[in-house]
């Protein structure tokens, strides 16, 4: 029996067998090599403002810059020049990317907003556009961690 499991439980099937598996116990993946169309990354890259001056004016002034990064509380952004931004790690509830993503949402919210990763690694989730490309996403408790948005 089921004993007290409640929440989701998936339907497997593997070497002609079928049987179930409580969702806490497996991660699913999407089977595609990508899980994220075309322009998604670029589109999350841009939740903030699209360069340097665009960021300062939704997050204020950032509490570190360097060259090549500007950082604010829990979140750091990272440049190729002023306003080619690469890359955004994000590690607080309060910086939600544009598609409704944050830190803090369980994984079944995370599935519902964004459908299921292509890849596990790292101990992180990755939501490919490209081979390096896309979003990766630690979890902890069934809770997202961290985000990194970009170049994975």
Known sequence: GAGNLTGP??????????????????????????????????????SFGSGKSEMAGQLGQP??????????????????????????QISSPKHVLSNGVAVGMTDEDLYRKVGYPSDYGSGQLRYLEGSNHGMAIKMKDRKVQTITVGTI
């Open 9 to 46: 439980w998936y339907r497997i099937s593997a070497g002609g067998k079928e049987g179930w598996i409580y969702a806490q116990y497996v991660q699913p993946l999407d089977s595609r090599e990508t899980s994220l169309p075309p322009g998604y990354t670029a589109s999350l890259l841009k």
């Open 63 to 88: 509490t570190k810059r360097t060259a090549t990064s500007s950082t604010w509380a829990g979140l750091t952004a990272t440049f190729k020049n002023d306003d080619g931004l690469t890359r955004l």
